[in-house]
């Protein structure tokens, strides 16, 4: 975190408390939300929503205040097969409203990993997968209307035609208030065909222009250190496609519970990093081959989304940070990053032991704060499963991220200097900051994280 920490203003209209370390409360119940930041609140700002508190930044954490977990207001209020909309409260988690709304045949817009988030930290939050067809690249773009508490505990309902206000609630990182219901827009199940493919970095590059200029579903693993690249290419269906849910199931035990575990083990119990990392790259070898490329080869957001909320435990616990590059540039920015990591690697003899996850998000303008705002993007997400070295490498893939023109999404990347966000998001960042002022003028959602930003 910035060592930008400011205070925070106090007017005396709230009741401040003797700052001790943060308050943790989990409401059952609205009222308690509208309780906690009202007038005669005993609790103390700045709040921090959280969700699953998956999140990477310092966000959802403060040294003082009050957190307040949403996840016991978990319930599924309505889903409504005609209007095609499901309304649920915030500490819904992603895997089970998935679950829940096929057994209407209907599914969420968009693929998105990480089944144990909350939709509340999705929407106000990123949710990012891979989007194609009329697939947004925020799962927040959905969002049709949401009510909350303001900072001053009011509820109000920002309706789907406030469309300006919309824009600035997704993606508001907790900044307006407190969501506490949230209706979004769905549809019936779509099938898609998808293929895998394996290449060099070189030949990831040749073709990454055509991939990243054309409407397909594009997640892919790189692996810099065997120089190879892992594709998951979706398609628009024309037709039916017969798709089944285990295989999915099995590809995301996989993926996000099995290598993380085994990863952390293999650290533990093999000390001389060359033979720990060839086997570590062995291991994500065989994986992506085995899972992707004969298990898979159909699929609906449904199917892919499947995974238990709990097994994605293990996942959560992992350290990452994204940063987003025009799509346009990423053919010359992924050969570039192969000899980052190169590099980083020889300087400080730290390296992912994850493989580096990407997707190509079309351009979604529905949130301000939205990296993909005006153009289509490639998320590059570097993961670890060890802290020794870690925060270092972020520090230099923030450097190269910004040399590269990287855009930041303020709860995925980290390492952002505090003068950064202008550039990238210029005059949307100050309406942002004017409309931040104007529900909270008086700063009591501002941790010093967001304050080094917002303020
Ligand atoms: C292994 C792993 C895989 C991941 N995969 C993906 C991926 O594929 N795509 C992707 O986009 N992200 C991914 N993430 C990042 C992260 O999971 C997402 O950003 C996620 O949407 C956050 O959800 P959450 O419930 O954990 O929210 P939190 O981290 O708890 O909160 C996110 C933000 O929303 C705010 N917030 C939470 N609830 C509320 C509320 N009710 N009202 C107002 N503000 C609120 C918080 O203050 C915070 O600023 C991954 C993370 C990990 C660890």
Redesign the pocket.
């Known amino acids: 975190m910035s060592g930008n920490a400011m205070h925070l203003r106090r007017s005396g209209r709230y009741r401040s408390s003797i700052l001790q370390g943060p308050t943790a409360i989990r409401p059952t119940r609205v009222v308690d939300i509208k309780n906690a930041l009202g007038p005669d609140s005993h609790y103390a700002a700045p709040f921090?929503?959280?969700?699953?508190?998956?999140?990477?930044?310092g966000?959802?954490s403060s040294s003082t205040g009050t957190l307040?977990d949403?996840?016991a207001?978990n319930q599924i209020l309505n889903i409504d097969p005609n209007g095609q909309t499901v309304t649920v409260q915030?500490?819904v988690?992603?895997g089970d409203l998935v679950r829940e709304l096929s057994d209407y045949e209907m599914e969420l817009a968009g693929?998105?990993?990480?089944m144990?988030?909350?939709?509340?930290?999705?929407?106000?939050?990123?949710?990012?997968?891979p989007s194609f067809g009329d697939d947004s690249a925020?799962?927040s773009s959905q969002v049709e209307s949401i009510r909350?508490i303001t900072p001053a505990g009011k509820p109000i309902e920002i309706r789907s035609d406030q469309k300006n206000l919309l824009h600035a609630f997704r993606l508001?990182?907790?900044?307006?208030?407190?969501?506490?219901e949230i209706k979004l827009r769905v549809r019936p199940i779509r099938t898609f065909p998808v293929t895998h493919r394996r290449c060099t970095f070189e030949q990831f590059s040749a073709v990454a222009e055509k991939l990243a200029n054309v409407d397909v579903g594009l997640k892919f693993f790189l692996m810099p250190f065997r120089d190879r690249v892992y594709l998951d290419i979706r398609r628009v269906s024309a037709g039916e496609t017969a798709t089944h849910r285990i295989p999915w199931k099995v590809k995301d035990w996989g993926e996000?519970t099995v290598l993380?575990n085994v990863f952390k083990s293999i650290s533990r119990i093999v000390p001389s990093s060359g033979i720990r990392y060839r086997i570590i790259d062995e291991i994500s070898n065989l994986t992506q081959g085995i899972v992707n490329n004969r298990l898979v080869s159909s699929g609906s957001n449904s199917t892919a989304l499947s995974s238990s909320t709990k097994t994605?435990d293990a996942?959560?616990?992992?350290l990452?940070s994204?940063w987003f590059f025009p799509a346009a540039d990423f053919a010359i920015v992924v050969q570039a990053y192969r000899d980052f990591c190169f590099r980083a690697k020889e300087s400080s003899g730290f390296r992912c032991d994850m493989p580096t996850?990407g997707?190509r998000l079309g351009k979604d303008d529905s949130a301000l704060l939205s990296p993909s705002f005006d153009e289509p993007m490639i998320?590059l997400?570097a993961?670890s499963t060890q802290m020794k070295g870690w925060e270092d490498f972020a520090i230099d893939f923030g450097d190269f991220a910004r040399h590269w023109g990287g855009s930041p999404?303020?709860?995925?990347t980290l390492e952002v200097p505090a003068d950064y966000p202008a550039h990238v998001f210029g005059s949307r960042l100050d309406l942002f900051r004017k409309i931040r002022r104007q529900f909270d003028p008086e700063n009591r959602m501002m941790n010093p994280f967001?304050s080094q930003y917002f303020l």
């Open positions: 921090r929503p959280t969700g699953a508190n998956s999140s990477a930044t966000c959802t307040i949403l996840t207001l915030p500490g988690r992603i693929g998105h990993d990480l144990s988030r909350t939709v509340g930290g999705a929407v106000a939050g990123g949710c990012i997968g925020f799962l909350l508001s990182f907790g900044m307006l208030g407190i969501i506490y996000s993380p994605n996942a959560k616990k992992l990452y994204t996850v997707f998320a997400r993961i999404l303020f709860n995925q967001l």
